[in-house]
């Protein structure tokens, strides 16, 4: 799968959920992946068991929403990506909630936001 | 002026003898048959009511003519026209008449013709369309249906220009009988209309029909040649809503490549082209088209310009690139690109769910 352009991808439209990617998935120059988070315990995520996601080009985002503004506490942990990961988002938007920021972490688990 | 409260009436004519022209209002609070029981040709003739206000029963049996020329309701009670081999019975709505079944049933079934002049029928209630033939003729008249329409049997002849069938209701057309509309009528399934099919029949609606807005086909096979937003040239759907649960069968020459329209394909649904193949072989789902598949399904190669959400089951396509709108991928259903990549150019793609 490919978004590229201002295409978006929302692993859930309403609610808090995963979508899987049945393949590689790139984002490429000003694509978005757009995550909900309930601020508690739960985000959506992306997971991609195999191919793994590479972000290249500039202007890429990834867009976290919080629309029952609750909080998280620091120290928790959201995983929004799973499987390999190639590249980074060039903006986080979104990440401040509060007097909390959600901070990517690229790992081999894939991308996760970390309260801080 | 006849009225009765809480009996019944039969009138049974058994001699050359017309019951008498009533010009005036005629009310009915129980039940009332005429009949011709014993004198075939002599037909009981209630003629020239200019106001029948029904809210009992009333039975016209064989060669019994109610002509209404007036502008009559019925309101709670029932007409219904008896059928036997003999019968030649028939209700007239002559023009300048009109006549609105409001919360009550009208039920046609006689071997003769329903005639409907330049004015309407209006449907608030049920009408049954049982058998025979209703005739919407000359001078364009039109039967309006806001209410329940079951069409089951028999034909509806639309034979002058402007002569239609307006639906704003539930039109329901089942039966095994194809369902002719000839002439230069049509019938108008408009925003807030649904025409079903629901039985297991095969149906052909032969009438020129404009789908603005829903068709649901739930069983059986609907036939359907002759469709303004089916487009065969292009093979393209240009608009209306389409539920397709069951067997939608398109016009000849057709098999739907573009949409612009609205189309469900249910678990079990199948579009088909005149022939009986698969007609279902989208490429282009243009704005502001929607596609909902809930079946297991593979394409070609698709352009998603619209709304296109795979529903339950398995959506494969040999590539699929979004140039704007939404894919959306319900829970559990799953949309893989076979031999090209899927591509979101813009727009948005994501789950539901």
């Known amino acids: 799968m490919a978004v590229s352009g201002s295409g978006r991808m929302s692993p859930n439209f309403t609610n808090v959920g995963t979508l899987t990617a049945p393949g590689s998935t790139q984002f490429t120059a000003n694509s978005k992946l757009v995550v909900q988070t309930d601020g508690m315990t739960k985000i959506d995520k992306l997971a991609i068991p195999t191919g793994g996601a590479s972000i290249s080009g500039s202007g890429t985002r990834l867009e976290i929403t919080n629309p029952g503004g609750v909080i998280p506490v620091v120290g928790q942990r959201f995983l929004v990506l799973s499987g390999a990961v190639t590249g980074q988002f060039a903006f986080v938007i979104g990440a401040t909630l509060g007097n909390i920021t959600l901070v990517p972490t690229y790992s081999a688990l894939g991308l996760e936001l970390v309260a801080t | ?353």
């Open chain 2, 1 to 353: 002026m006849c009225s009765s409260a809480g009996s019944s009436i039969v009138v049974r004519q058994n001699a050359n003898v017309r019951l008498p022209m009533l010009s005036g209002s005629l009310r009915i609070n129980a039940g009332i048959t005429f009949t011709d029981a014993n004198n075939i040709g002599d037909p009981a003739v209630v003629g020239a009511i200019n106001n029948l206000m029904l809210q009992g029963t009333l039975a016209i049996d064989a060669m019994a003519v109610l002509d209404l020329s007036g502008s009559s309701l019925v309101e709670g009670g029932t007409i219904a026209q008896t059928y036997d081999f003999l019968s030649q019975a028939y209700v007239r709505v002559p023009g300048g008449a009109s006549m609105t079944v409001g919360s009550g049933r009208m039920t046609l079934r006689t071997t003769a013709p329903f005639f409907l002049g330049t004015r309407l029928l209006q449907v608030d209630g049920t009408l049954n369309l049982a058998g025979g033939n209703v005739t919407v003729a000359p001078g364009g008249g039109q039967l309006l249906n806001r209410g329940t329409l079951n069409w089951t049997s028999g034909n509806v002849f639309l034979t002058a220009a402007g002569a239609e069938i307006a639906n704003f209701g539930t039109l329901n057309i089942d039966g095994t009988t194809a369902r002719t509309s000839n002439g230069l009528g049509r019938i108008v399934n408009n925003s807030t209309g649904s025409l079903t099919h629901g039985s297991t029949a095969t149906t052909t609606l032969n009438a020129a029909l404009s789908n603005l807005g829903t068709v649901m086909s739930f069983a059986g096979v609907l036939n359907l040649p002759l469709v303004n937003q089916l487009d065969p040239v292009n093979d393209r759907v240009t608009g209306g809503v389409w539920i397709v649960e069951a067997t939608l069968r398109l016009p000849a020459n057709m098999t739907i490549v573009r949409n612009a329209g609205s189309i469900t394909l249910g678990q079990l649904g199948s579009i088909q082209q005149s022939s009986g193949v698969d007609g279902f072989l989208l490429q282009t789902n243009e704005a502001p088209g929607t596609v909902a598949i809930q079946q297991t399904r593979s394409l070609g190669v698709v352009v998603n310009q619209g709304v296109l959400r795979a529903a339950s089951g398995s959506l494969t396509v040999s590539a699929y690139t979004q140039t704007a709108g939404t894919t959306e991928v319900m829970k559990g259903a799953t949309l893989v690109g076979a031999s090209g990549p899927v591509q979101i150019v813009a727009g948005e793609i994501g789950g539901l769910g």
